[in-house]
């Protein structure tokens, strides 16, 4: 990556930070109290899966700065959110939305993920950051994922998936955003996320914050031990924590969320994505969706499109993953059940979040 040291340059980019998205924050380390400022266009933003280190290459332009020489903003955007599980979907959709719609697509930033972490911890000793603080920096960063390049669209803001912490602030931001709440049955996630007795690597990466937001959904810091857990009792506690999160959300904050369930999505999703744009505001006809559904966003996968991967091909995939690890996603379901029997909270999100398919 080249940097930009000149610091005559660099004020008068910051100057003007919330006029366009050209410059895209894309770390936060609040050890140094830094972020890495990005050059970066609007073909990047749509072309990019994500937002993380896999964007960056020996052409990448961009500089450090400290937090204290942002620019608080001066006024927030609305945005629309997708908060999701993980595996589900969002990328795809993330894909969709703008062939139909004016929306900017903006994947998973990191900084989002480490306000994600350090909101877990405020009031501890162990936080970096008092609560005042980091409700100023959320929303400095909120402002900047909302802009756009043209007036009239909205910033379309895919945080990763163990963020569901910030679906409550990141609607307060705002009185016009709005989320969508992406996940998918306990049963299918299992089928996605095992191969064999083994989970995906990322299970392992989330492992922590998953199980420090069960722990907090249950009131229970003592009974769900990490180092004791199976690799897919691990799966389960993901997929736990992150449907407790939107169900919360879905509580708080009815009319401004959408739940969406991909298992019943890719069934037929030209009706559910006429759904989506009548709930963010935006509606497209019926040819408009027929044409995209039918093109090729759906027969390509999401995160590396140049691969095809259709939704036969993702029925396939995972009938597959449901014989080889027949063993380990029975072994989940029970311990699920299980866990829905000793906590009572769990029993309100099954029945909004089933645990196996609509068709199982």
């Given at each position: 990556?080249?940097?930009?040291?000149?610091?005559?340059a660099?004020?008068?980019?910051?100057?003007?930070?919330?006029?366009?998205?050209?410059?895209?924050?894309?770390?936060?380390?609040?050890?140094?109290?830094?972020?890495?400022?990005?050059?970066?266009?609007?073909?990047?933003?749509?072309q990019?899966?994500f937002?993380?280190?896999?964007?960056?290459?020996?052409?990448?332009?961009?500089?450090?700065?400290?937090?204290?020489?942002?620019?608080p903003?001066?006024?927030?955007?609305?945005?629309?959110?997708?908060?999701?599980?993980?595996?589900?979907?969002?990328?795809?959709?993330?894909?969709?939305l703008?062939a139909?719609?004016?929306?900017?697509?903006?994947?998973e930033?990191p900084?989002?993920?480490?306000?994600?972490?350090t909101?877990?911890l405020?009031?501890?000793?162990?936080?970096?950051l008092?609560?005042?603080?980091?409700?100023?920096?959320?929303?400095t960063?909120?402002?900047?994922?909302?802009?756009t390049?043209?007036?009239?669209?909205?910033?379309?803001?895919?945080?990763?998936s163990?963020?569901?912490?910030?679906?409550?602030?990141?609607?307060?931001?705002?009185?016009?955003?709005?989320?969508?709440l992406?996940?998918?049955?306990?049963?299918?996630?299992l089928?996605?996320?095992?191969?064999?007795p083994?989970?995906?690597l990322d299970?392992?990466?989330?492992?922590v914050?998953?199980?420090?937001?069960?722990?907090?959904?249950?009131?229970?810091?003592?009974?769900?031990r990490?180092?004791?857990l199976?690799?897919?009792e691990?799966?389960?506690?993901?997929?736990?924590?992150?449907v407790?999160?939107l169900h919360?959300?879905?509580?708080a904050?009815?009319?401004?969320?959408?739940?969406?369930?991909?298992?019943?999505?890719?069934?037929?999703?030209?009706?559910?994505?006429?759904?989506?744009t009548?709930?963010?505001?935006?509606?497209?006809?019926?040819?408009?969706?027929s044409?995209?559904?039918?093109?090729?966003?759906m027969?390509t996968?999401?995160?590396?499109?140049?691969?095809r991967?259709?939704?036969?091909?993702?029925?396939?995939?995972l009938?597959?993953n449901?014989?080889?690890?027949?063993a380990?996603?029975?072994?989940?379901?029970?311990?699920?059940?299980?866990?829905?029997?000793?906590?009572?909270?769990?029993?309100?999100?099954?029945t909004?979040f089933p645990m196996?398919?609509?068709?199982?």
């Amino acid at each position: 990556m080249r940097e930009t040291s000149v610091d005559n340059a660099i004020r008068g980019k910051l100057a003007t930070l919330y006029s366009s998205p050209a410059l895209l924050p894309q770390k936060l380390d609040l050890i140094a109290r830094r972020t890495l400022l990005l050059e970066v266009d609007e073909r990047l933003y749509h072309q990019s899966s994500f937002l993380d280190d896999r964007m960056i290459d020996d052409r990448t332009s961009g500089f450090w700065t400290g937090l204290e020489a942002l620019p608080p903003p001066v006024r927030q955007r609305s945005a629309l959110w997708i908060f999701h599980i993980g595996h589900c979907g969002s990328t795809l959709l993330s894909r969709l939305l703008p062939a139909l719609c004016p929306v900017l697509p903006v994947r998973e930033p990191p900084p989002l993920r480490t306000l994600a972490e350090t909101l877990r911890l405020l009031g501890d000793p162990l936080c970096r950051l008092r609560d005042v603080q980091w409700q100023q920096l959320f929303l400095t960063y909120v402002a900047l994922y909302s802009r756009t390049y043209d007036e009239r669209a909205i910033a379309l803001i895919k945080p990763s998936s163990d963020c569901s912490n910030l679906i409550r602030p990141a609607l307060d931001a705002h009185a016009g955003s709005r989320s969508i709440l992406m996940h998918q049955s306990l049963e299918t996630y299992l089928a996605a996320m095992m191969v064999g007795p083994d989970p995906r690597l990322d299970i392992e990466g989330h492992s922590v914050t998953r199980l420090m937001d069960l722990h907090a959904f249950l009131g229970d810091r003592e009974t769900l031990r990490l180092y004791e857990l199976k690799p897919v009792e691990r799966v389960v506690v993901g997929w736990f924590a992150g449907v407790a999160g939107l169900h919360q959300a879905l509580r708080a904050c009815e009319g401004r969320v959408h739940s969406l369930d991909f298992d019943v999505f890719v069934q037929d999703p030209a009706s559910e994505i006429l759904r989506l744009t009548r709930f963010i505001g935006m509606p497209a006809n019926e040819d408009q969706v027929s044409a995209v559904v039918g093109g090729t966003l759906m027969k390509t996968y999401a995160k590396a499109p140049e691969y095809r991967f259709s939704p036969s091909d993702r029925a396939s995939q995972l009938a597959e993953n449901r014989r080889r690890s027949a063993a380990e996603i029975d072994a989940g379901l029970r311990w699920a059940e299980s866990l829905v029997q000793r906590y009572e909270p769990l029993q309100e999100v099954v029945t909004a979040f089933p645990m196996t398919r609509p068709d199982g």
